[in-house]
């Protein structure tokens, strides 16, 4: 598998996607939400991932949009000279598809921790809070800038950063796009931990993915999908949710060998 922009690297159960425009601070152009879409559509046919680990290569995580991409949505507008209706149609159908990209990483089935350092801007905390966990650096700078281009921001963030640290918090971040630093993202919540490098960041992160790779496959998949319906449903549905999955899955290879390596004093070792 290769990908323009995008690096996958797989090593003992752990998915390592890096964003690779280090000189462009890794904004997202076309072919970069293409090869988003597709190194997240094919992790999810290999059995061999447990966790993704998601970074940019360079210094920065992701700088947001490639501007050069609101000339492609202008033209789409303005494209049929007829009906200003249909083109205003097409771009709808495109912010789907752009859309799309970062749902492909907040349902992938299995947990992704994202590394942040450098800039997180605008499309950049879309991909952030499309994570499962997320780290950054201490001088990470987090911000959503489409207030100050007129332009609501429309990926995603808006809807997932209000369960990430409160509705106020967030509404100050989408109105004002002040700049939120590693340590205060950590402080709000927005990150799990602030580190002050981006190699200790980096080394951390990675700790956390290979430990999440010695567990159960199976099991971690099941709380993925368990926590992310929840947060679309009511407490009764989201038990009847893993009432169902537990009665189809839990009787498992997996769980004889959590309960023999209990028994045994010693590390389970799953099957992919």
Same mark, same amino acid.
């Not at 598809?97 to 990483?105: E, K």
């Not at 989408?174 to 939120?180: A, F, H, N, S």
């Not at 999908?225 to 679309?232: G, P």
């Not at 549905?237 to 045994?264: F, K, P």
């Given at each position: 598998?290769?990908?323009?922009?995008?690096?996958?690297?797989?090593?003992a159960?752990?998915?390592?996607?890096?964003?690779?425009?280090?000189?462009? *601070?890794?904004s997202?152009?076309?072919?970069?939400?293409?090869?988003?879409?597709?190194? +997240?559509?094919?992790?999810?046919?290999?059995s061999?991932?447990?966790?993704?680990?998601?970074?940019?290569?360079?210094?920065?995580?992701?700088?947001?949009?490639?501007?050069g991409?609101?000339?492609?949505?202008?033209?789409?507008?303005?494209?049929?000279?007829?009906?200003?209706?249909?083109?205003?149609?097409?771009?709808?159908?495109?912010?789907l598809?752009?859309?799309?990209?970062?749902?492909?990483?907040?349902?992938?089935r299995?947990?992704?921790i994202?590394?942040v350092?450098?800039?997180?801007?605008?499309?950049?905390?879309?991909?952030?809070?499309?994570?499962?966990?997320?780290?950054?650096?201490r001088?990470?700078?987090?911000?959503?800038?489409?207030?100050?281009?007129?332009?609501?921001?429309?990926?995603?963030?808006?809807?997932?950063?209000?369960?990430?640290?409160?509705?106020?918090?967030?509404?100050?971040m989408?109105?004002?796009?002040?700049?939120?630093g590693?340590?205060?993202?950590?402080?709000?919540g927005?990150?799990?931990?602030? +580190?002050?490098?981006?190699?200790?960041?980096?080394?951390? *992160?990675?700790?956390?993915?290979?430990?999440?790779?010695a567990?159960s496959?199976?099991?971690?998949?099941?709380?993925?999908?368990?926590?992310?319906?929840?947060?679309?449903?009511?407490?009764? =549905?989201?038990?009847?949710?893993?009432?169902?999955?537990?009665?189809?899955?839990?009787?498992?290879?997996?769980?004889? =060998?959590?309960?023999?390596?209990?028994?045994?004093?010693?590390?389970?070792l +799953?099957?992919?």
């Open positions: 598998m290769s990908y323009a922009t995008v690096e996958l690297n797989i090593d159960g752990v998915a390592t996607v890096a964003l690779n425009r280090p000189d462009r *601070a890794n997202l152009n076309r072919q970069l939400w293409d090869d988003l879409r597709q190194v +997240f559509k094919d992790i999810d046919t290999l061999n991932v447990r966790v993704v680990l998601l970074h940019g290569n360079g210094k920065h995580f992701c700088a947001g949009i490639d501007l991409m609101l000339d492609e949505m202008n033209a789409l507008v303005s494209g049929d000279e007829t009906c200003r209706g249909r083109g205003s149609d097409a771009l709808r159908r495109y912010i598809d752009l859309q799309d990209v970062f749902n492909c990483v907040a349902n992938c299995v947990p992704v994202g590394a350092a450098g800039a997180c801007i605008g499309a950049g905390v879309d991909l952030a809070t499309a994570c499962d966990i997320r780290y950054a650096t001088d990470a700078r987090i911000c959503l800038k489409e207030i100050d281009m007129a332009i609501v921001a429309d990926v995603s963030a808006v809807q997932r950063l209000p369960r990430l640290i409160g509705d106020g918090r967030a509404r100050e989408i109105y004002t796009g002040r700049e939120v590693g340590a205060e993202a950590e402080s709000m927005l990150v799990n931990r602030a +580190f002050d490098s981006a190699e200790e960041m980096k080394a951390a *992160a990675l700790n956390v993915a290979r430990s999440l790779a567990k496959p199976l099991a971690l998949r099941g709380c993925k999908a368990s926590i992310n319906y929840s947060q679309e449903h009511s407490i009764e =549905e989201g038990l009847a949710h893993v009432a169902l999955w537990n009665a189809g899955m839990m009787m498992s290879e997996d769980l004889d =060998e959590a309960v023999a390596a209990q028994r045994e004093k010693r590390q389970p +799953f099957k992919d």
